[in-house]
């Protein structure tokens, strides 16, 4: 796929602090069970989703962002998640809209997609399809028995359709667990093989997890599949500048291998404890978190402030609210309420916020990456050994249009 702009990623660089990201829980209702998940006993309360016409009145009060991240539940599973993201375009003048799914709904995620790219031309979307191994790996780790096959199939349609619009990002989130910490290095390299993704992100398990004893890292284990997918982010990098030129192509490399590294090093340093991030946590300065019923917060990991409908839906109300401003208080950048976190939404979303600490990381993290960089074998006979070793399908997978041969 086509990687034709830099910019609105870092568009937020040298800026005021300002809110700048919401993140939009549009619904509570789900098709999977995953093991890891931090929202389970959330869901389970099953009170009732925001309403449209509640959604409105939060998109007219917000004023201009950047960007809308959609979250859940299952997004796909809201009816009208089309009419809600060309309503923020149109009031909100966003700019980038992630959109998570399981991909068990492949046909309405290209159908709303190219809606999407119709209605809202100057957006960018970036679909992050969760993926977290091979075959029944996942569909354990995810409760749902063939949704391997599904998210592959999502993924596959996706990248034939948008290849060439630079606005469709592309993206794999996996989760590291027990159940497949063992196989992430062979499923990234599998992944970047089979599949023309824009990237894929590794996540750690956070929170309080549907299943207990899920989460399987140390920080030591983090930086070891860290440094071990550092050649397959180059690869990525060289494979997003493919179409471009001039000096966009090394700038564009270099933020892209940068802020990966930089982002996960702060992970990796926060895995085992609370650690400060080297720069301030923006949250509720800059984000605003609404849960699919109400709720709102300044991060996914707080505690709830209050409920939008207690200020009649209005964003500024709530921004301006002494139960955010207390919360602001209370986390003092971070450093006051010591809640350093894994949550690369609000890294990467502090980091535009924190500009000279931002490039001081980004080199930083660009230098390691192009220290620890190998030869990687992505050719056919290594994509098919990993099947047959993993114990995929590969007659379901041609049927598929993933192998071709």
């Known amino acids: ?17 300002r809110l700048e990201s919401i993140f939009l829980f549009v619904t509570g209702k789900c098709n999977a069970k995953c093991a890891m998940c931090f929202y389970a006993n959330d869901m389970a309360k099953k009170e009732r989703d925001l ?43 966003i700019k980038d809209v992630n959109m ?3 991909g068990l709904k ?11 790219r119709i209605n809202c031309p100057d957006c960018s979307i970036n679909v992050s399809i969760s993926l977290d191994g091979f075959g029944d790996t996942h569909d354990t780790q995810r ?13 596959r349609k996706i990248s034939e359709h948008f290849k060439d619009d630079g606005k469709v990002l592309l993206n794999v989130a996996t989760v590291i667990t027990k159940y497949n910490i063992d196989q992430i290095n062979d499923f990234m390299m599998w992944m970047y093989g089979r599949f023309h993704l824009s990237t894929h992100t590794i996540e750690a398990a956070r929170g309080v997890t549907r299943e207990d004893g899920v989460k399987a890292l140390d920080e030591s284990t983090l930086r070891r599949i860290q440094d071990e997918a550092a050649p397959i982010y180059r690869a990525y990098a060289k494979r997003m500048v493919s179409n471009t030129s001039g000096l966009r192509k090394p700038i564009t490399k270099f933020f892209y291998i940068g802020i990966i590294r930089a982002l996960y090093d702060i992970r990796a340093s926060n895995i085992d404890q609370p650690t400060p991030w080297g720069m301030d946590c923006t949250a509720g300065e800059t984000t605003l978190v609404i849960d699919y019923d109400g709720r709102f917060r300044s991060c996914e990991l707080r505690e709830p402030l209050g409920n939008v409908k207690d200020y009649d839906c209005d964003v500024q109300q709530i921004m301006q609210s ?18 350093w976190c894994t949550h690369g939404c609000f890294i990467t979303s502090s980091l535009t916020f924190n500009p000279r600490k931002m490039i001081k990381k980004v080199y930083k993290g660009y230098r390691e990456v192009n220290k620890l960089d190998k030869p990687i074998d992505f050719g056919e006979d290594n994509m098919s050994k990993m099947e047959e070793h ?11 249009g993933i192998i071709r041969n």
């Open 143 to 155: 409760g749902v028995p063939g949704n391997f096959y599904k998210a592959a199939d999502t993924i």
């Open 1 to 17: 796929m086509k990687t034709k702009r830099t910019r609105s990623s870092f568009r937020s660089m040298n800026s005021e602090r």
């Open 100 to 102: 998570p799914t399981n």
């Open 322 to 339: 002494e139960a955010m401003k207390q919360e602001i208080e209370a986390i003092g950048h971070g450093y006051k309420a010591n809640c």
């Open 390 to 400: 993993y114990h995929l399908d590969r007659e379901k997978l041609r049927l598929l």
């Open 51 to 93: 309403t449209f016409e509640e959604i409105r009145k939060i998109s007219e009060t917000a004023g201009e962002i950047n960007k809308l991240w959609v979250s859940g539940g299952e997004p796909t599973l809201r009816e009208d998640l089309p009419e809600i993201l060309e309503m923020f375009y149109r009031n909100n003048q």
């Open 106 to 116: 492949p046909d309405r995620v290209i159908e709303w997609v190219k809606r999407f």
